[in-house]
């Protein structure tokens, strides 16, 4: 139940506020929620509203999806700032709520930012939440494993909101300059270049492109044609220089390629150049940490099993942090991975498993090595033979694993590259026991 003030003025708030989206089908993003017949838009469109957290990075549609919600429900609906309230205006609320589920009527309390409540506050929800006085829906930016008082967050459904690509909010710069509520219906030159250098700006927060946007229309140049914003305009406004870095064109695969190939080269001092040009051009730093992950096992893989760990930790601190503060975290990742022992064993293992996989995906699995839960299978064979390594003394066994067309296949070859040196030397002992003993 939508209630608006009746001094209300939209022409007053920002851009992003004017053009909040008014029904799901209005939201761009977010499809693996509220796509058809999708988990969060069944239960918004039926008015079944359970006690649920909004998760996800800034401007993603967390307090958009609350703002539909209260114009869809029949419930009476108040927002909660978690920044101007205290325990005090909590209470009052609740005992206005209590009273309205006596009379029969529901109440959805949405709280913004609830990380910030501390636990005494967040506990002074949690008797209401249970008795059912109340609909709790949090927003937060947080992880509310976290950040969310376990008792409170056990009675709620979390929904994990995904950081908008570029394309998204490129979509929805292109409805805002033909909104008429945007701009009072005046027609706005803008080249597509320079929305996909808002977006890319922006890293994934609709609210940010939406206010450089108004910001750059602003400071527009007003022709006979409309309003011109160029890419000078946009650079001023952002104190940010358009790099010739475009993450939809040939540019932005040409300078991962140059990133990947300074770190194989084991060169961290270009591999760190690149990675700045990246960032500084706008890039999505989970994009760049996605792909340090996979050179860490493609290129350097047990030869130090370290980078992995190194990879992931890098992505999570740009999952926490975001830009700027995360660029030091991918700086850290790629010179370790420049500097690290290199090895493709695991990845040309994997490719020429995969090349025999596909050709014989109905290649039978040995009946040695089936499992055999039920007595049929038993009696079928299966598990015969089965040779259990932890009942040897050398915990080896003789047993083949392959399937029969592929005895003897081998498939990783270590190189003599750090640890990688030593599994070499490792593997080599394990294939000359197995020798030795299928002999006898």
């Given at each position: 139940?939508?209630?608006?003030?009746?001094?209300?003025?939209?022409?007053?708030?920002?851009?992003?506020?004017?053009?909040?989206?008014?029904?799901?089908?209005?939201?761009?993003?977010?499809?693996?929620?509220?796509?058809?017949?999708?988990?969060?838009?069944?239960?918004?469109?039926?008015?079944?509203?359970?006690?649920?957290?909004?998760?996800?990075?800034p401007g993603v549609?967390?307090?958009t999806l609350a703002s539909v919600i209260a114009r869809t429900t029949k419930a009476a609906f108040i927002n909660f700032s978690a920044v101007t309230s205290g325990i005090?205006?909590?209470?009052?609320?609740?005992?206005?709520?209590?009273?309205?589920?006596?009379?029969?009527?529901?109440?959805?309390?949405?709280?913004?930012?609830?990380?910030?409540?501390n636990k005494a506050q967040q506990d002074a929800f949690l008797p209401f939440v249970e008795k059912g006085s109340i609909i709790l829906i949090g927003a937060t930016t947080e992880n509310p494993s976290f950040e969310v008082n376990g008792a409170l967050l056990s009675r709620c459904r979390v929904f994990v909101l995904k950081q908008l690509s570029?394309?998204?909010?490129?979509?929805?710069?292109?409805?805002?300059?033909?909104?008429?509520?945007?701009?009072?219906?005046?027609?706005?030159?803008?080249?597509?270049?320079?929305?996909?250098?808002?977006?890319n700006f922006s890293n994934g927060d609709a609210r940010a492109a939406l206010s450089t946007?108004?910001?750059?229309?602003?400071?527009?140049?007003?022709?006979?044609?409309?309003?011109?914003?160029?890419?000078?305009?946009?650079?001023?406004?952002?104190?940010?220089?358009?790099?010739?870095?475009?993450?939809?064109?040939?540019?932005?695969?040409?300078?991962?390629?140059?990133l990947h190939k300074s770190m194989r080269n084991s060169d961290p001092d270009a591999a760190v150049y690149w990675l700045s040009r990246m960032l500084e051009a706008g890039e999505d730093p989970l994009y760049v940490a996605r792909r340090v992950i996979r050179f860490a096992s493609e290129d350097i893989g047990l030869a130090d099993p370290r980078a992995l760990q190194i990879a992931v930790s890098a992505?999570?601190?740009?999952?926490?942090?975001?830009?700027?503060?995360?660029?030091?975290?991918?700086?850290?990742?790629?010179?370790?991975?420049?500097?690290?022992?290199?090895?493709?064993a695991t990845y040309v293992a994997y490719e020429s498993a995969k090349a025999d996989a596909v050709k014989m995906l109905d290649e039978p699995v040995p009946l040695v090595i089936r499992n055999a839960p039920t007595s049929l299978m038993k009696d079928l064979g299966y598990g015969d033979g089965y040779q259990y390594a932890h009942d040897t003394e050398d915990k080896l066994t003789d047993m083949e694993c392959l399937p029969d067309s592929l005895k003897g296949r081998e498939y990783y070859h270590p190189v003599k590259q750090g640890l990688e040196?030593?599994?070499?030397?490792?593997?080599?002992?394990?294939?000359?026991?197995?020798?030795?003993?299928r002999k006898k």
């Open positions: 139940m939508f209630q608006q003030n009746l001094f209300y003025d939209e022409k007053n708030e920002p851009l992003a506020a004017r053009l909040r989206p008014q029904t799901l089908d209005d939201i761009i993003g977010q499809q693996h929620l509220i796509g058809e017949g999708k988990i969060l838009r069944r239960i918004i469109e039926n008015d079944h509203i359970p006690s649920m957290i909004f998760w996800g990075p549609g967390k307090t005090k205006e909590i209470r009052e609320v609740m005992k206005k709520a209590e009273e309205e589920n006596l009379s029969g009527n529901r109440t959805i309390v949405f709280v913004d930012e609830i990380h910030r409540f570029a394309d998204d909010i490129v979509e929805l710069l292109k409805r805002a300059i033909n909104d008429p509520r945007a701009f009072e219906g005046q027609k706005i030159n803008i080249s597509d270049e320079d929305l996909y250098f808002i977006a946007l108004e910001m750059a229309v602003d400071n527009g140049e007003i022709t006979d044609d409309g309003i011109n914003v160029n890419s000078q305009i946009i650079e001023d406004i952002t104190s940010k220089k358009s790099f010739l870095y475009d993450k939809k064109g040939e540019e932005h695969y040409n300078i991962i390629s140059a992505y999570e601190s740009c999952h926490y942090l975001g830009m700027p503060e995360c660029n030091v975290n991918l700086a850290e990742a790629v010179i370790y991975m420049s500097v690290a022992p290199k090895s493709n040196e030593r599994i070499a030397e490792r593997l080599k002992q394990i294939k000359d026991w197995k020798e030795e003993h």
